[in-house]
């Protein structure tokens, strides 16, 4: 666990000294996010946990439950860095009679996404400031519907080993020592969060970034139980998502 920690903060540490990123950015991001106020929508989150034959189990329940702690740690977080955002909760999302265009809006999100990283994740910074990632009009039709100028979305998707699936790996790892000398890697579990600001008035993404969390070791049933290490990973891959996100009063410079 240590090891892995050692790697995560070097390949963090290595990404930020060099002048590429993981971001993407609209030209007019700064002027935007400093004159608004964002509206954070219904998370959407995925969970799966990983036996030992490689099988891949939904883990619904566990789902519903972190993705209102998602939102209230985004908020937090963009509340620390001097952003004013308030939470959207699927509630009231189906109150406003919104679902079908929140719907629409995910879709068209993930194919902009997957579109914009198909070419790799890293990319030059200067070219990562003039990005242009329209929605296919789904940004702007949810944007009219909550009268909401900017949004906050977040696509989480997190990944865990079963205990059957780490005492796999941990036999693997021991067979590897004493066959080779060397043991072999072993998955970690792991999170990826991608949160986006949104202009839907331009039907664009302002700003995007995908964060992620590794490490960690959950024995069966934990990820429903272990709350500490859940709001971990959930802390960790937002805070890695937001850290090139500037502070709110530093966007003023930028006009």
């Known amino acids: 666990m240590f090891l892995r920690s050692v790697t ?41 946990t990983v036996d030992a034959a490689g099988t891949q189990t939904r883990k619904y ?41 929140y719907a629409a809006f995910k879709e068209a999100f993930t194919a902009a996404y997957e579109a914009t990283y198909k070419a790799g994740a890293l990319a030059k910074r200067e070219d990562a400031k003039h990005s242009v990632i329209r929605l296919n009009g789904q940004a702007k039709a949810l ?13 989480y998707n997190e990944t865990a080993r079963t205990a059957d699936g780490q005492a796999l790996d941990f036999a693997a790892g021991v067979a590897m020592q004493m066959l080779l000398g060397s043991s072999g890697s ?33 024995v069966a049933g934990m990820i429903y139980t272990d709350e500490e290490q859940s709001l971990k990973h959930i802390q960790n891959s937002l805070s890695w998502a937001l850290r090139e996100l500037p502070k709110r009063d530093d966007l003023f410079k930028k006009e």
């Open 8 to 48: 995560v903060l070097c390949a963090m540490l290595a990404l930020t000294a060099c002048d590429r990123t993981t971001a993407r950015y609209s030209d007019d991001y700064a002027t935007k996010l400093s004159r608004n106020e964002l509206l954070i929508l219904p998370t959407n989150a995925q969970a799966f």
């Open 61 to 101: 329940e566990y789902e519903g439950h972190i993705e209102p702690i998602l939102a209230t740690e985004l908020q937090k977080q963009l509340t620390e860095k001097g952003y004013r955002a308030t939470i959207l909760h699927k509630k009231d999302l189906m109150t406003d009679k919104g679902y079908t265009e």
């Open 143 to 155: 944007g009219q519907k909550l009268n909401a100028p900017l949004m906050v979305y977040i696509d």
């Open 186 to 218: 072993t998955p970690p579990d792991q999170t990826r969060a991608i949160v986006a600001l949104i202009d839907t008035e331009n039907d664009k993404v302002l700003w995007m970034n995908p964060g992620a969390s590794a490490g960690g070791g959950m």
